[in-house]
């Protein structure tokens, strides 16, 4: 089974910069894709950004030029890089592995936007 580790969540105030990192159990060579969702409180889950095998990238429209999604390819692990942060990110943020027919969630990590 795969595992997927979330961490790097916490509180920050607007403008402020938080960096998140998703450690995979297998090589990201095995996925088709791996992301970040974003699920606030009363609302549905939403891609955030996806990092493909080929290395292309996509992103939600609200977070382009603010997020950037990477990865480290000898350490299976996927960042995102949150930048000038606002209240509205605020959210539980959930890290994807995506294979052919299949897919993989982590456990979710707590990102606070907030004076």
């Known amino acids: 089974q795969v595992q997927l580790v979330e961490s790097g969540g916490g509180l920050v105030q607007p403008g402020g910069s938080l960096r998140l990192s998703c450690a995979a159990s297998e090589s990201f060579s095995s996925f088709y894709s791996m992301g970040w969702y974003r699920q606030a409180p009363g609302k549905q889950r939403v891609l955030v950004a996806r990092i493909f095998n080929g290395g292309n990238t996509n992103y939600l429209n609200s977070v382009k030029g603010r997020f950037t999604i990477s990865r480290d390819n000898a350490k299976n692990t996927v960042y995102l890089q949150m930048n000038s942060l606002k209240p509205e990110d605020t959210a539980v943020y959930y890290c994807?592995?995506?294979?052919?027919?299949?897919?993989?969630w982590g456990q979710g990590t707590q990102v606070t936007v907030s004076s």
């Open positions: 994807h592995a995506a294979r052919a027919g299949t897919g993989y």
